[in-house]
C-alpha cells in the first residue's frame, strides 16, 4: 500500500512540474503589442512601390487624369498609361537615309569636347498607371494585336528612333544639348505651350534638325476622348500654333496613353479610341505608339539604371525599335540616362533617325 502512495505521489508531483514549467513557459512568450493605425499610407505607397504618391494627388480611377507639374507653362497635362515594361515592332518601309552608327568612344573627335559636359537641369516626374499594353508578349490587353509587320529578330539595318512626349518642359534644353553632342536626331511629341519659353523650343527642336510630332494642345483625357470631334478639336489648336510658330503643320500624332489606352473609355466609350484613330487616318494622318519603354513614366522619378536597362532589355533581338521616353521637368532620370541609353544601343549597332509618315511605326490599335 505505501509503495502505491509513494508512485501516485511521484506521479502526482511530475505532472505538477509539468504544468509549472509549462506555465512559466508562455508567460515569457509576450505577444507583441499591436501597432495603432495612423490612418496614412505606408513609407512604400508613399514613394510609389505600391501605388500612387500621396502628394501626387492621384486616387483609383483618377490615375492618368491628374495634373502634371512638368509643362513650362503649367499646363494641367496627363502622363502616358504606359506598361511596366515595354517593347515590340511594326515597320512601314526602310528608314531614310539613317545616320551613321555613333562609336562612343569617338565622341570626342566627333564633338571636340568628349561628351556631355555641364550639370544637366532640374525637372519634375509624375506617376503614371500601366495598364494599356502588355509589351512583354506585344499585344494589348484590350486583345489587339499591335499592327506590325516586322517581327523580331527581323533581318536588316537597325535603327532606334528616340521619342520624347509631353514637352516642351524645362527639361527640354538638357535633351537637346546631349542629343547635339552625340550627333543623334529624335522626336518629340509635344503638348500645347502659349508660353514664350514653349515657343522657343519648338523653335529650337526644328532648328536642331528634330522631328515635331503632334501629342495634343490640352493632353486632358476626359477633354479629348468625349468624342471624335472633341480630339479633333484638341489636336488643331496644337495643329494651329505649331504652324503659327515654326510654319508648318505636323502629320505625324501619337495619342495620349497610346492607341488603345482604356482611360478613354470612361470619357468616350469603349469604341472611342477605333473612331478617333479611323478618323485621324482618313485626314492623312499617321500615328505612333512604342514598342520599347523607357519606363520612366511607371514612377514619379524613375531609378536611372532601370531606365536604361528596360531600353537595353526590350530593344534585344529587335532591328527597329520606338522608343518611350518624357520631357517633363520633373524626370531628371530621363536626362541623366539619355547619354548611357544612346552610348549602349549604337555599341548594339544602332543608327538613329527621325519619324516621320511614311517610316516605320508601331500601333497597338488598327485603324
Known sequence: MKVK???????????MLTLL???????????????????????????????ITADMGLKGEERGEAALPGSLDGTVRTMEEEPELGPVWISSRAPSAPQRNLEPHSLESE??????????????????????????NGRSKSGDQPDSKELSGASGPK?????????PSGSTPAILDILKQYGVKATFFVNGSNSAEGKAMYKKIVEDGHKLGNHTFSHNYNQIY???????DDLKKL?????????????????????????????????????ITREMVSQGYQYFDWNVSST?????????????????????????????????TRKKTTVEAL?????????????????????????????
Not at 502512495?5 to 505532472?15: D, E, K
Not at 494651329?240 to 468616350?268: C, M, Q, Y
Open 239 to 275: 495643329d494651329d500654333l505649331l504652324f503659327e510658330t515654326v510654319g508648318f503643320h505636323t502629320d505625324i500624332i501619337r495619342f495620349p496613353g497610346g492607341s488603345n489606352n482604356h482611360l478613354s473609355w470612361k470619357a468616350g466609350g469603349r469604341n472611342v479610341m477605333k473612331k
Open 21 to 51: 514549467l509549462t506555465a512559466a513557459g508562455l508567460a515569457g512568450c509576450k505577444k507583441p503589442a499591436p501597432v495603432p493605425w495612423s490612418g496614412q499610407p505606408s513609407a512604400e505607397s508613399r514613394d510609389g512601390k505600391q501605388g
Open 226 to 232: 468625349g468624342s471624335v470631334e472633341a480630339f479633333e
Open 339 to 367: 547619354p548611357t541609353v544612346i552610348e549602349k544601343l549604337s555599341r548594339d549597332g544602332y543608327s538613329f533617325d527621325v519619324l516621320q509618315r511614311d517610316s516605320f511605326t508601331f500601333r497597338f490599335l488598327q485603324p
Open 5 to 15: 502512495q509513494r508512485r501516485w505521489i511521484l506521479a502526482g508531483t511530475g505532472v
Open 159 to 167: 535603327t532606334a528612333f528616340l521619342t520624347f512626349d509631353d514637352g
Open 296 to 328: 520612366d513614366a511607371a514612377a514619379p522619378v524613375q531609378d536611372r539604371q532601370a531606365i536604361i536597362d528596360s531600353v537595353m532589355e526590350n530593344s534585344r533581338g529587335k532591328s527597329r525599335i520606338i522608343v518611350l521616353m518624357h520631357d517633363n
Open 111 to 136: 564633338t571636340g569636347d568628349g561628351g556631355v559636359s555641364g550639370p544637366l537641369a532640374a525637372h519634375n516626374g509624375t506617376a503614371s498607371s500601366a495598364e494599356t499594353v502588355d509589351e512583354e
